[in-house]
């Protein structure tokens, strides 16, 4: 039977997931990007998931880049939708 040593345990401090997922919350929305609000996080032990829409590939591409910087985050499983807006014209022709 293998024995883990905790006796230094006191001295590593881990973020919370509330505390990961509320960083990282904060990282996006730092950038003022409106679809960015609407993203959903979900933090499990260093474990960020993101889920909800994004205007584009490069929307998507930031997002991801940006969870993976928050110190504490080992990971993101990235669950994005790219959501082509409508340009203004193809509005206009609608109505």
């Not at 499990?44 to 880049?65: D, H, M, N, P, W």
């Amino acid at each position: 039977t293998l024995a883990m040593d905790t006796s230094f345990s006191h001295l590593v401090s881990f973020p919370s997931d509330r505390d990961l997922q509320q960083r990282v919350a904060g990282a996006l929305s730092r950038l003022q990007l409106p679809l960015f609000r609407s993203i959903r996080i979900v933090a499990a032990e260093g474990v960020i998931g993101l889920s909800g829409q994004v205007g584009s590939f490069y929307e998507k591409q930031i997002a991801r880049a940006i969870a993976r910087r928050v110190p504490g985050v080992h990971h993101v499983v990235d669950a994005l939708t790219v959501v082509e807006r409508a340009a203004p014209e193809r509005l206009n022709a609608r109505l």
